[in-house]
């Protein structure tokens, strides 16, 4: 019985217990050792040779050193309190809007409904990466060459286009759930027993579509982690600034140690130092994988399978 | 008939005018201030450039621009072929992979769905890292060039694009393949036929594969856009000269806008050609 049950849920406690002690981590990280990473500049070899960082994952170091000498595990751990807590800070808003716009579409004439489909049909279509990219990328070259706009004002822009370019395809799935609800038997029995249209949405429709948004919230968490990752790849770190890699290109620091930004920063070392990138890679992996382990579950238990 | 067809058309106009909004939003925000006049500026620009009206030309200093319309098919053809020849290898390998799954006896299936379900968590990424970086292994151990790696000069790299983007779409409709295909040995003619005496896999053959293939070759539709970001991506790390590099040198709205319609308007007639050929029962899977 006992493992039974382990085996159903063994693997959605693990990733929620993942997630969980990897944001503690991150917090207390900040709180008790004031978010310091340790830096190991120079090292002396066995033989008395020193040597100088990139060091290679070892003993010492879990997960190996970047450039600089900082403990790659130790970065990576910092800044998973930004990557998690702004992914899901996007998946909330576009979960939370494409909700109640799914809600009022349901009262919009089908006419006009048809057409809105229309207008918006590219946006489930066109390379949500590309489209992601070219915007922010292009928004925020027109002011690097003056005075940079403040951090939270950039980074605000960047969590609005992720969120706007995302809503009206998740608005569209929440307005057909809606829909599939309200076609229900114990609708139409609350319509004739004369429950008014307030009624309906908070006694009924809103109880039902909440599983839904349950599924959608954790699916847009995987996704938005996919494209940071994309745009980390790209050069392109949370907050927008840009970074042109190359031999002689200016070299920006990911300021908060977040994850996308560690890519983007390092991505240039993936054939000399492949375990550079490849660590902030490997925690956006885990975190899907954690995720995507969470979302079948809940799905198990809901009946509700993902959009998309 | 001229009816449907005439909506059809509108509906076509509509979405074209979504995505010229959508592809003047870098003029919205101008040093992050809203910028209306900006941005209907750049609306008005681009219908003109459409309408033929202002010529199209992209190339950033003033005296030095090209026209685009010749120059970006040829980028758009790199693009497409890369995309059309991974999807047909996914298709492929995903349909001789699912042959296997479900000739198998059902232990070994449960090992391949647990594979499959941590392969599903690993970013594509990954992947296109991966095959970089075992082809340069297999160069720096044996000093044997297998693939090209990325595309410099002349020297095109074709095989590891395709690659790279076949395995997570391959991915993609095996997952499919295996929910579909289950569900459909479940049905009463499979039944049949296995009483019958039909081998299972002259059954799968000759019955489920074609009640299924379909349907799951028009779902793509739903990850296409997952797809054609993961086509930017492999086109940048390879340095494919395809749509995206077209985009990344170019960025004013009007290109980017003329990119992305060339990229919406085939894959938006192709499927609304195989929804006008193909019946409904097959699109759906009966």
């Known amino acids: 019985m006992m493992w039974k049950r382990w085996r159903r849920d063994g693997g959605a406690i693990l990733s929620g217990l993942f997630l969980l002690l990897l944001v503690l981590a991150s917090v207390g990280n900040t709180f008790w050792n004031d978010g310091d990473v340790s830096q190991t500049v120079l090292l002396k070899g066995e033989d008395g040779t020193i040597l100088a960082p990139p060091f290679p994952p070892s003993k010492e170091f879990l997960l190996g050193t970047d450039e600089k000498g900082y403990d790659l595990l130790g970065r990576a751990i910092e800044g998973a309190k930004w990557s998690i807590g702004i992914t899901v800070l996007i998946a909330f808003l576009r979960t939370f809007f494409a909700f109640w716009i799914g809600m009022v579409m349901t009262y919009v004439p089908r006419w006009l409904y048809a057409k809105l489909e229309a207008l918006f049909d590219s946006f489930s279509i066109l390379p949500l990466t590309m489209v992601a990219f070219v915007i922010l990328e292009s928004v925020l070259l027109i002011s690097s060459g003056t005075t940079p706009v403040p951090f939270y004002k950039r980074a605000g822009f960047e969590v609005l286009i992720l969120v706007i370019l995302v809503l009206p395809p998740l608005s569209f799935y929440m307005a057909k759930e809606t829909k599939r609800i309200k076609e229900r038997e114990f609708m139409d029995a609350a319509r004739v027993l004369g429950g008014s249209e307030r009624h309906q949405i908070w006694r009924h429709i809103i109880p039902h579509l909440l599983p839904v948004s349950g599924v959608v919230f954790i699916q847009q968490f995987v996704q938005t982690l996919i494209i940071f990752l994309h745009l980390g790849v790209l050069g392109l770190f949370f907050g927008g600034t840009m970074v042109f890699m190359g031999p002689n290109g200016p070299e920006i620091e990911s300021i908060s140690q977040e994850w996308s930004g560690l890519i983007g920063a390092n991505f240039r070392y993936i054939v000399s130092h492949p375990w550079i990138p490849l660590v902030p890679i490997g925690f956006y992996t885990a975190t899907i994988i954690a995720a995507q382990t969470l979302l079948k579950r809940i799905e198990g238990k809901t009946g509700t399978r993902s959009p998309l | ?286």
């Open chain 2, 1 to 286: 008939m001229v009816k449907h067809l005439s909506s059809k058309l509108f509906n076509l106009l509509l979405s074209l005018f979504g995505i010229i909004l959508l592809g003047s939003i870098p003029a919205l925000f101008d040093k992050m201030n809203l910028s209306f006049s900006g941005y209907i500026r750049s609306i008005k620009g681009v219908i003109l450039v459409l309408v033929g009206l202002k010529p199209a030309v992209y190339g950033g200093m003033a005296g030095l621009e090209k026209p685009i319309f010749p120059q970006v098919f040829v980028h758009m053809g790199e693009s497409g072929l890369i995309l059309f020849l991974s999807l047909l290898a996914a298709l492929a390998v995903a349909l001789f992979i699912v042959f296997v799954y479900f000739l198998l006896p059902g232990w070994s299936r449960k090992g391949i769905a647990f594979g499959l379900r941590v392969l599903d968590g690993i970013p594509d990424i990954l992947f296109m890292i991966g095959t970089q970086l075992l082809v340069i292994y297999v160069f720096k151990e044996t000093g044997l060039n297998v693939a090209n790696v990325a595309t410099v000069q002349g020297e095109r790299a074709v095989l590891l694009p395709v690659v790279s983007l076949a395995i997570p779409t391959m991915l993609m409709f095996l997952k499919l393949l295996i929910l579909r295909f289950g569900q459909e040995i479940e049905k009463d003619y499979v039944v049949l036929a296995r009483a019958k005496g039909v081998s299972p896999p002259a059954i799968l053959n000759h019955h489920v594969l074609r009640n299924v293939v379909v349907s799951t070759v028009y779902y793509i539709r739903h990850h296409l856009w997952f797809i054609l970001s993961n086509l930017y991506l492999v086109e940048v790390l390879f340095n494919v000269p395809g749509i995206s590099w077209f985009i990344k040198d170019y960025p004013t709205t009007e290109v980017f806008t003329v990119a992305l319609l060339l990229i919406y308007v085939p894959l938006y007639l192709s499927f609304h050609l195989f929804e006008w050929a193909v019946p409904g029962e097959w699109r759906h899977g009966g």
